[in-house]
């Protein structure tokens, strides 16, 4: 396989059961890293055709991971994930998993669905205490707020880390729901440091599924540029 040497063997996560497979990258945006996930079997969708290479590039990169993640379960599709409803990846038939990728890096975890019900994973940039200000409003309420604030950690992390939560749990629910929902249709309510975790409960019915509620642990861990966070049930 071209460039497998780029593809590491840890990515930035938390930790992972047994049961799950990740594979990671680094990759540039350049015409190069493009044209090398291409060799490597990765093809664009018509969707991207016109899409800027930065787009491009970051679909073949995270569905690079993910055929490197299934593999290693043991599947032996070589085909591209497609594209489904609402950009989501269209995992094979036994397999659920996710992708994630920014900060040039992408990753993907994969499962088989007999020993999961749902998978989802993000990685994202710390932001900026500038960048951070204003979102506030529009990612949590004042008692989220509070919770990072009682706990000392910075705003600028604090709503890094929330944003990529609630980002891992809308990948986990959407096979349930099946459409775009809120960041506040979710909230923080409570948070363990010393486990590296935060629980998020549903303040609104999204599915018969997926009730208001409804509480699901977020495993998470930070890196020197990153926040990386893990949804799993």
């Known amino acids: 396989m071209p460039f497998a040497a780029n593809v590491v063997i840890e990515a930035i996560l938390p930790p992972l059961p047994d049961s799950l497979s990740h594979a990671g990258m680094r990759y540039a945006v350049d015409a190069g890293q493009l044209a090398q996930l291409k060799a490597g079997g990765i093809i664009l969708p018509d969707s991207l055709a016109n899409a800027v290479l930065k787009r491009q590039v970051e679909f073949a990169a995270g569905r690079f ?5 299934l593999q290693k379960l043991g599947y032996g599709g070589v085909a591209t994930l497609p594209v ?5 990846p269209v995992w094979p038939d ?6 994630s990728h920014g900060d040039g890096q992408a990753m993907a975890v994969a499962a088989r669905n007999q020993e999961w019900r749902a998978l989802g994973i993000d990685i ?3 932001l900026s205490n500038e960048a951070a200000q204003p979102l506030v409003e529009h990612l949590m ?3 989220e707020l509070a919770i990072g604030v009682a706990a000392g950690i910075t705003l600028e992390r604090w709503l890094s880390l929330v944003f990529s939560a609630k980002e891992s749990l809308f990948k986990a629910l959407y096979p349930f729901v099946g459409r775009y929902f809120d960041f506040l249709d979710a909230e923080v309510c409570e948070l363990d440091e010393p486990q590296a975790g935060l629980m998020l409960r549903l303040v609104s019915t999204l599915s018969s599924q997926c009730v208001k509620g409804s509480e699901y642990c977020i495993r998470y861990c930070y890196s020197t540029n990153n926040v990386a966070t893990l949804c799993l049930f």
Not at 65 to 69: L, S
Request: glycine share 14%; aromatic share 4%; proline share 0%.
């Open 141 to 143: 309420t004042a008692a």
């Open 94 to 99: 036994g397999y659920l998993g996710s992708i």
């Open 65 to 69: 991971c993910a055929r490197q993640a």
């Open 84 to 88: 489904g409803q609402h950009r989501a």
């Open 124 to 126: 994202e940039t710390l």
